[in-house]
Every structure is written in C-alpha cells, then in structure tokens.
C-alpha cells in the first residue's frame, strides 16, 4: 500500500527553522519524482519543492529559494525539507507528494510572532 506521512510541522516565530520529514512507505522514492507543496487558508495549493526521479534535479519555488532546501534519504526513504528563515507567508499546510497523485495528509506550519 503506497503511503506518504509528513511530520515536523509546528509554530515558529519569524526567521526561524524547522525540518519536515515525509515517510513513504509501498514504493521506493527514488524512482519517482516527488514534490513538497503547500496550501494556505483561500489559496490554491502550490508547488514549493520538486525532486526528479533518480538524479535528483531539484526545483524550487521563487518565494522559498535560498531558505528552503529539499532533500530525500534512500536509505530511510524519506523526504525532506529543510525551512530556514521562515516568514509569516510560509505558514500553510505542508504536503509531499509522488508525482503529483498520490498526497500525504498534511503538516501545519505556522509562523508568527
């Protein structure tokens, strides 16, 4: 059964970190490309983090470069995404996803001071 389970979200003030975590679990993440995206209250869901199958081009959304990196584990087949600096914008539900299909539950990130 194929499964994705984010963690990590939580409350933070402004310019400060957190680290999301996505187990995937029924497929092997390598071999797909995977994605983090986001939705915030009234806004459609957007892309902020894409990771291609097996070379791992990585593409990210121009509001979140140089603060946000993406990154995935084989060994634990795991996505990452690393948030630094964080704005009060950011603050949404944070979803990874295999190919744009297939949708974890969701992670609250919430940034505010």
């Known amino acids: 059964q194929v499964q994705l389970v984010e963690s990590g979200g939580g409350s933070v003030r402004p310019g400060g970190s957190l680290r999301l975590s996505c187990a995937a679990s029924?497929?092997?993440?390598?071999?797909?490309?995977m994605g983090w995206y986001r939705q915030a209250p009234g806004r459609e869901r957007e892309m902020v983090a894409s990771?291609?199958?097996?070379?791992?081009?990585?593409e990210y959304a121009d509001s979140v470069k140089g603060r946000f990196t993406a990154f995935r584990d084989n060994d634990k087949n795991t996505l990452y995404l690393q948030m630094n600096n964080l704005r009060p914008e950011d603050t949404a539900v944070y979803y990874c996803?295999?190919?744009?299909?297939?949708w974890g539950q969701g992670t609250q990130v919430t940034v505010s001071s």
């Open positions: 996803s295999r190919d744009s299909t297939t």
């Open positions: 990771i291609s199958a097996g070379v791992d081009y990585i």
């Open positions: 029924g497929f092997t993440t390598s071999a797909y490309n």
